[in-house]
């Protein structure tokens, strides 16, 4: 049975998912962030069991990131969750579906202005939109190209002044917003890359 963190009916709640490999404090300012600009209930970190646009040889022991997950995410209104793990789902478009199964919340899903820009490689990219809301928050680098990708161009019409973000939710899907930020440099490539050397050398001690 599918076990839901706490929520009531009807709560906005901000759906982050990914890998987290590993979850870093600009992961934490982009929930921050998001929470407030959306004026959001709860914001459910969903940490996937493996990326299919990724390889399973780059990514961490699934207990390894939701610990580190769960430290990072140190707010009374996160909630780091194993829901992926629970329906056996690597597609997003999966488990947006098995969510709106089992609550009325409102969902909507928030990810980083890189995903936007690879939208279209995911599994049911167009399904995703038509049935969730969608809060996309700016990443060094990435914005303009996250403006100008598949995604954003086919669904133009369907996207949401950034200076409202809190409209998102007062109409059916498909709708979008892009949301300005302060931008912080982390990610999760770079940690990997300084963390691989540490690794090795801790082999010789």
Same mark, same amino acid.
């Not at 209930?41 to 769960?70: F, I």
């Not at 992926?84 to 709106?100: C, D, F, N, P, W």
């Given at each position: 049975?599918?076990?839901?963190?706490?929520?009531?009916?009807?709560?906005?709640?901000? &759906?982050?998912?990914?890998?987290?490999?590993?979850?870093?404090? $600009?992961?934490?300012?982009?929930?921050?962030?998001?929470?407030?600009?959306?004026?959001?209930?709860?914001?459910? !970190?969903?940490?996937?069991?493996?990326?299919?646009?990724?390889?399973? +040889?780059?990514?961490?022991?699934?207990?390894?990131?939701?610990?580190?997950?769960?430290?990072?995410?140190?707010?009374?209104?996160?909630?780091?969750?194993?829901?992926?793990? *629970?329906?056996?789902?690597?597609?997003?478009?999966?488990?947006?579906?098995? &969510?709106?199964?089992?609550?009325?919340?409102?969902?909507?899903?928030?990810? @980083?202005?890189?995903?936007? @820009?690879? &939208?279209?490689? !995911?599994?049911?990219?167009?399904?995703?939109?038509?049935?969730?809301?969608?809060?996309?928050?700016?990443?060094?680098? =990435?914005?303009?190209?996250?403006?100008?990708?598949?995604?954003?161009?086919? =669904? *133009?019409?369907?996207?949401?002044?950034?200076?409202?973000?809190? +409209?998102? $939710?007062?109409?059916?899907?498909?709708? !979008?917003?892009?949301?300005?930020?302060?931008?912080?440099?982390?990610?999760?490539?770079?940690?990997?890359?300084?963390?691989?050397?540490?690794? +090795?050398?801790?082999?010789? !001690?």
């Amino acid at each position: 049975m599918l076990k839901l963190p706490p929520h009531g009916p009807q709560q906005r709640i901000g &759906l982050f998912g990914g890998s987290f490999n590993p979850a870093h404090e $600009g992961h934490r300012q982009v929930a921050l962030y998001a929470m407030k600009r959306l004026q959001l209930d709860w914001v459910w !970190w969903l940490v996937s069991p493996q990326n299919p646009l990724k390889s399973s +040889a780059e990514t961490s022991d699934y207990a390894e990131r939701m610990a580190l997950t769960k430290f990072m995410a140190n707010h009374p209104r996160f909630v780091v969750t194993d829901i992926e793990k *629970q329906i056996g789902s690597r597609y997003t478009a999966e488990t947006l579906r098995v &969510l709106k199964q089992h609550s009325d919340a409102e969902f909507i899903w928030i990810m @980083g202005a890189d995903s936007l @820009g690879s &939208l279209s490689r !995911w599994y049911q990219w167009t399904e995703i939109m038509g049935d969730m809301q969608i809060a996309v928050l700016a990443r060094p680098g =990435y914005s303009i190209r996250a403006l100008s990708s598949k995604a954003a161009i086919r =669904y *133009q019409h369907k996207r949401i002044p950034g200076d409202r973000p809190q +409209a998102l $939710g007062s109409k059916a899907p498909p709708r !979008w917003v892009f949301i300005s930020m302060p931008l912080r440099k982390e990610s999760s490539t770079a940690l990997r890359a300084v963390a691989k050397p540490f690794h +090795a050398a801790s082999k010789f !001690w």
